[in-house]
């Protein structure tokens, strides 16, 4: 923690979920909106539609209500990560293990990126993230690519879906309140 002689301010808990699942929860708008279209589509093909586009309408209406808690899953998740990696950023510094072992996917790179913001790593990161290639408009995870079958992998559905709850070792804002203490002028 030598490295830290200073942390920029912190955000309240909500800002930081926000930070780090803005992309996940737009994609929750959209699957909200689909739902609602879906529901009145197949509402009025079960009015005088043929089966098969009932059918459809069904599938449709189920993939995208389903989708509504994957995304929320997979925020639970990220944020899970998030202070994961807040917590190893704020002991150890910038490592390049640890950013590598989270550019899998925009939602994991986004939630590194919210804690080495939050201690102000950012430019470092990015940095690293430049070398390897990977930038802004990276959206399809890596593993997809790899592995077409990965929704079949246990994998897949433990680290993106069913994190375990991770308690924070530090409390940041009162680490930023004792560091004030320290810096203020004396009368």
Same mark, same amino acid.
């Given at each position: 923690?030598?490295?830290?002689?200073?942390?920029?301010?912190?955000?309240?808990?909500?800002?930081?979920?926000?930070?780090?699942?803005?992309?996940?929860?737009?994609?929750?708008?959209?699957?909200?909106?689909?739902?609602?279209?879906?529901?009145?589509?197949? #509402?009025?093909?079960?009015?005088?539609?043929?089966?098969? %586009?009932?059918? $459809?309408?069904?599938?449709?209406? &189920? !993939?995208? *209500?389903?989708?509504?808690?994957?995304?929320?899953?997979?925020?639970?998740?990220?944020?899970?990560?998030?202070?994961?990696?807040?917590?190893?950023?704020?002991?150890?510094?910038?490592?390049?293990?640890?950013?590598?072992?989270?550019?899998?996917?925009?939602?994991?790179?986004?939630?590194?990126?919210?804690?080495?913001?939050?201690?102000?790593?950012?430019?470092?990161?990015?940095?690293?993230? #430049?070398?390897?290639?990977?930038?802004?408009?990276?959206? %399809?995870?890596? $593993?997809?690519?790899?592995?077409? &079958? !990965?929704? *079949?992998?246990?994998?897949?559905?433990?680290?993106?879906?069913?994190?375990?709850?991770?308690?924070?070792?530090?409390?940041?804002?009162?680490?930023?309140?004792?560091?004030?203490?320290?810096?203020?002028?004396?009368?």
């Amino acid at each position: 923690m030598e490295h830290l002689q200073h942390i920029p301010k912190q955000p309240r808990t909500l800002v930081s979920y926000w930070n780090v699942n803005k992309l996940l929860y737009s994609a929750l708008l959209l699957f909200i909106v689909e739902t609602v279209y879906y529901y009145y589509g197949l #509402y009025d093909a079960y009015q005088h539609a043929p089966v098969e %586009i009932i059918l $459809f309408w069904v599938w449709c209406l &189920l !993939f995208s *209500f389903v989708h509504i808690f994957l995304v929320l899953m997979d925020g639970w998740s990220r944020f899970q990560n998030y202070k994961r990696i807040k917590d190893h950023l704020f002991q150890h510094g910038f490592t390049p293990k640890i950013a590598k072992h989270y550019s899998g996917s925009k939602c994991q790179r986004m939630a590194v990126i919210a804690a080495a913001k939050e201690l102000g790593m950012e430019d470092s990161l990015k940095r690293y993230y #430049y070398k390897m290639g990977i930038r802004w408009y990276n959206f %399809i995870p890596q $593993f997809m690519l790899r592995d077409p &079958l !990965f929704l *079949f992998k246990k994998y897949f559905w433990s680290r993106t879906f069913l994190e375990k709850y991770y308690e924070p070792k530090f409390d940041f804002k009162q680490y930023q309140n004792k560091l004030s203490e320290c810096y203020m002028p004396r009368d």
